[in-house]
């Protein structure tokens, strides 16, 4: 199945913006949809973003992002993005992509909001 690498996680106060990025280790154009996940210390992972093709317009978003995330996608760079802006220190956690036909996690990349 699909491997996929995250980066881009790092320190960032509040308000400030993140891109994650999630590489494939082979073509995504198959495999809609992708997810971003997160999981904060002691809490369960979680879905915060959904892209169902590499259109725009097919997302759905957790309630605690939407309208400060975006998910999008690159079919020819084999690579699912996350914009995330106006983060809060309740964003911090360790954020990971996965197709949901697949049932192999990454190692994710580290997301801490703090000041």
């Known amino acids: 199945q699909v491997q996929f690498v995250e980066s881009g996680g790092g320190l960032v106060q509040p308000g400030g913006s993140l891109r994650l990025s999630c590489a494939a280790s082979?073509?995504?154009?198959?495999?809609?949809?992708i997810g971003w996940y997160r999981q904060a210390p002691g809490k369960q992972r979680e879905l915060v973003a959904l892209?169902?093709?590499?259109?725009?317009?097919?997302?759905n978003y957790a309630d605690s992002v939407k309208g400060r995330f975006t998910i999008s996608a690159d079919n020819a760079l084999n690579t699912v993005y996350l914009q995330m802006n106006s983060l809060k220190p309740e964003d911090t956690a360790v954020y990971y992509c996965?197709?949901?036909?697949?049932?192999?996690w990454g190692q994710g990349t580290q997301v801490t909001v703090s000041p």
């Open positions: 892209i169902h093709s590499a259109s725009a317009d097919s997302t």
């Open positions: 082979r073509s995504i154009f198959n495999i809609y949809p």
């Open positions: 996965r197709s949901l036909s697949s049932t192999a």
